[in-house]
């Protein structure tokens, strides 16, 4: 039956996508929110964005959107309306919370550039996204479905951002406020589900996990495994500079294996970038390079294929590693073994698809050995990059991800009815 009903309406469908990040910002949230919108036009929907102007990670809003309240844009064929920001580094909490909240208010600027839509799609940032969407779901009198990228507050408590009991319980109310009045929730990771349904008490039945595509016609492996420098393989993590990994771990490792025909490379931005630098210089660990450089697409790919292994090494406990970073499945896309610190979900995934090895939390040892084996180990290598590349060309292309989401709009409307 829903098949049926996506045969009929989808080259009518009107799905509108609220966003604070949207490309060309750079980082997981943005990327996820690109490809959901790419993955529903490839279905024949018509995709509105309302988002903030590019502004992610450096606050640095580009010259063009200087003095403006609202520019409507295209972005591949993808109606997209941007709104006011400030220009403010995501340097402290408090610069955070602060554009969130502007968004919330400057992302009602676009009210009158959005065709009345069929479904709302409160994409991030997680949480507040919500409380956007919630106003045009009450003027346009639609459903919402809730995307949840990580799951906050959950992660402010396990980093120490939030200790108050009180906030807490503000928070908490806050979040389930949000939930509860949601068509459809999709999280990315299957970690998430316990926490939504015991705590937020949200029905199973809205629930489905959907983890996010990947660009396969961008993030295309080389058939060659990685490039070498001067005849060492190389170890690459490519992502966010943030609290939710173990740098210290990775740089440790690094630090136990210099004498070994491997050079390690961390590049993102974010932060973490002066601690990771002066831990590097600190222990005076020779074999690691440390880069914070914005690259396009183009650039960030041609440099991830030169790596060999790469490395995810998330911080233990909590719910941090409980969700799906959106590198895993790129890393997967590339074709390359992956070595994952992980207690959580990303091991639990990288196990399933035979993608990798995974390694305990604060196993510095195990960690290093797991890289200088597999590095010595092609066979392995190849075997492990393959088996992510197939999973992700079977299972999160642009095409599978947006029928998924089809899937679930079309259950959300049945719900409307």
């Known amino acids: 039956m829903v098949n049926q009903l996506i045969n009929g309406v989808k080259s009518s469908l009107h799905v509108l996508i609220i966003a604070q990040y949207f490309y ?37 809003v580009p010259l063009k959107y200087k003095g403006k309240i609202l520019i ?25 919370i602060l554009l969130h909240l502007l968004f919330i208010l400057s992302s009602l600027a676009a009210l009158r550039r959005v065709t009345k839509p069929d479904i709302i799609i409160a994409m991030n940032p997680n949480l507040f996204a919500f409380y956007s969407a919630i106003m ?44 509860s009045h949601t068509a459809s929730v999709i999280p990315v990771s299957s970690g998430y589900t316990k926490t939504l349904t015991e705590k937020y008490k949200v029905p199973a039945e809205k ?9 396969v016609k961008k993030f295309k492996r080389r058939t060659e495994i990685g490039s070498g420098i001067a005849g060492k393989k190389i170890v690459m993590y490519s992502g966010a500079l943030t609290e939710g990994y173990d740098f210290e771990s990775l740089i440790q490792a690094a630090r136990m294996l210099q004498r070994e025909p491997l050079r390690f490379v961390i590049r993102g ?54 969700g799906l970073p ?26 399933r698809c035979k993608s990798g090895l995974v390694v305990a939390p604060n196993q510095v040892e195990d960690l ?9 180990d092609e066979a392995l290598s190849k075997e492990l990059g393959d088996n992510g590349y197939k999973h992700v060309m079977n299972n999160l292309t642009f095409e599978k991800l947006g029928e998924r989401l089809l899937n679930v709009i079309m259950k959300s409307l049945g719900q409307s009815e």
């Open 72 to 96: 409507e844009e295209q972005i591949n064929d993808v109606k997209t309306i941007r709104t006011w920001i400030p220009s403010l580094p995501h340097s402290s909490v408090k610069n955070r």
């Open 368 to 376: 290093a050995m797991s890289i200088k084996n597999l590095a010595k």
């Open 326 to 351: 959106t590198k895993i499945l790129e890393y997967q896309a590339l074709g390359k073994p992956i070595v994952c610190i992980s207690a959580g979900e990303p091991g639990r995934y990288i196990l």
């Open 269 to 322: 931005t974010g932060a973490l970038y002066e601690d990771i630098l002066r831990s590097v210089k600190d222990d005076k660990v020779l074999n690691l390079d440390l880069s914070n450089d914005i690259l396009s697409t183009e650039e960030l790919v041609a440099l991830m294929n030169t790596a060999d292994i790469f490395v995810l090494p998330m911080n233990s406990g909590g719910v941090i590693d409980e």
């Open 136 to 179: 045009y779901s009450f003027i346009f009198r639609r459903k919402i479905i809730r995307n949840v990228d990580d799951l906050w507050p959950e992660v402010f408590y396990d980093l120490g951002l939030v200790k108050s009991r009180l906030a807490k319980k503000v928070l908490d109310l806050i979040a389930k406020i949000s939930y």
């Open 207 to 215: 629930i489905t996990i959907i983890e996010q595509g990947v660009d």
């Open 24 to 60: 060309p910002d750079i980082g997981g949230a943005s990327t996820r929110a690109y490809n959901m919108a790419q993955a529903l036009k490839l279905q024949g929907a018509n995709v509105t964005v309302v988002t903030a102007f590019p502004h992610y990670p450096h606050g640095k």
